[in-house]
């Protein structure tokens, strides 16, 4: 079937051909991740209920997904849609390391880092490929934070596939601007989350720049639904460093920093490590310490060193 070449693009030739060489990939995995990637925007909507459609799609999809799905793939009691979604918290300086990374990696069944049934490796060819594109929940709101040219798509085949079929939202940036964009949204006093999906190869695909105010699986995650992993850390105060300014109860995006009887506490069940209240912090009192109940981090190049 040559003459459907001239219709289909480039970039989704390369996603299909990843999906047939992907092991326990089925068909229905295929389409959702098109649907995924070609209307993200809408998807999103969706799937946030910010479409009216969501009571009429929600359900359809879900029967469907129930119906089709191989066997094996979530069949633990207590699995959940969170775990073919998810994000796992980066402190900055671990989601440095992933846009920096110079040469194709295979990481596969990182239970320990990525505690979800599915979705849960890293396999990045052409990881300097990156995208720069539109949030999506930024886009689904009204008054978003800004700017919107946040989300990082790192690699191949989701970097093209994202650039060809959204080019007035995305744009290709090399390795260094993709570092500034980080930096940039950590000074904000956003959140870096790296996302896994089980439509995208059941793999990490990109790196968002997530607000408490706009991000769909922050408000999921703050309703219940455990679509992120903690990074691995804890924030902890200096108490004699600490001044009771209430700097970091103002910016902690999960809302786990409270001035309670004239001191700091952390509410260790919401703290998620991300390191925002340590940057913001104007006496440096805070730091991130590792917390051992709380999986291990995702750092990609101590990982790397493992294989």
């Keep these: 079937m040559k003459w459907l070449d001239k219709f289909i693009k480039p970039s989704t030739r390369a996603f299909y051909r ?16 098109y649907i995924y990637g070609r209307w993200i925007y809408f998807y999103i909507r ?83 490929h990156i995208v720069a594109l539109e949030c999506a929940c930024r886009a689904a709101v009204e008054n978003p934070c800004l700017p919107m040219d946040v989300c990082l798509v790192i690699g191949e085949p989701f970097a093209s596939f ?27 006093g956003h959140v870096q989350h790296a996302f896994f999906k089980d439509a995208m190869f059941d793999r990490f695909y990109a790196i968002c720049n997530c607000c408490s105010c706009c991000c769909a699986a922050m408000r999921a995650y703050k309703n219940g639904t455990p679509m992120l992993a903690s990074s691995g850390f804890l924030a902890q105060a200096d108490d004699g460093c600490c001044t009771l300014c209430g700097v970091c109860t103002t910016h902690c995006p999960f809302d786990a920093m409270h001035l309670l009887d004239d001191a700091l506490q952390v509410d260790e069940t919401k703290c998620m490590g991300c390191g925002v209240c340590v940057s913001m912090c104007p006496q440096q009192a805070l730091q991130l310490v590792r917390d051992a109940r709380r999986g291990e981090p995702l750092e990609i190049v101590e990982l790397m060193q493992h294989v």
């Design 162 to 188: 994202i650039l060809e079929h959204h080019p007035r939202r995305s744009r290709r940036i090399t390795q260094q601007e993709a570092d500034e964009i980080l930096r940039s949204e950590h000074e904000r």
């Design 18 to 33: 990843e999906a047939r060489r992907t092991n326990h990939y089925s068909f229905w995995d295929g389409i959702h991740g």
């Design 46 to 128: 969706v799937g946030s209920g910010k479409h009216w459609l969501t009571r009429v799609i929600r359900p359809l999809w879900d029967m469907v997904y129930r119906i089709t799905r191989p066997k094996g793939k979530i069949s633990a009691p207590g699995k959940s849609f969170a775990d073919g979604y998810h994000g796992k918290v980066v402190p900055l300086q671990q989601a440095r390391e992933l846009v920096h990374l110079n040469k194709p990696i295979v990481l596969q069944d990182l239970e320990k880092v990525i505690p979800y049934g599915r979705a849960r490796d890293i396999v990045l060819k052409n990881p300097d």
